[in-house]
């Protein structure tokens, strides 16, 4: 869980940015495109997250109408098979949304720990 480490305490921060156009990009789709960097698959990086391939291309599909740019691409696959790569334009909305959390995680800190401190423990 992003940011246990950050306040020691038992504690996650999902960020979810809704768009105006309906997409809605969230740590799913994040670890999906940086998935598909490791295995250059939509299939594997399917499996790597425990998400069928459907939902993979389902969501990839909803990534690639909702941003400007397409932020994978992908070949079918055949004798040698498919394969499919994170485009620079998906590079670029990966690290921008990291980096998001990143810093919503260093910035708000203090609000993060008052936060778990008002929480119940188990």
Do not use: H
């Amino acid at each position: 869980m992003l940011g246990q480490e950050c306040l020691g305490a038992e504690m996650d921060l999902k960020l979810r940015v809704e768009f105006g156009n309906g997409l809605v990009m969230g740590p799913g789709k994040a670890a999906l495109l940086e998935a598909i960097v490791q295995t250059g698959s939509i299939s594997a990086a399917g499996r790597a997250l425990g998400m069928s391939y459907k939902r993979a291309w389902g969501l990839l599909n909803e990534m690639n109408a909702g941003f400007v740019a397409p932020v994978v691409i992908s070949a079918r696959g055949g004798v040698k098979g498919g394969g499919a790569v994170v485009t620079e334009a998906g590079a670029l909305v990966l690290a921008r949304f990291r980096a998001l959390e990143a810093k919503i995680w260093q910035d708000e800190a203090g609000d993060l720990r008052a936060l778990s401190d008002m929480a119940q423990r188990k």
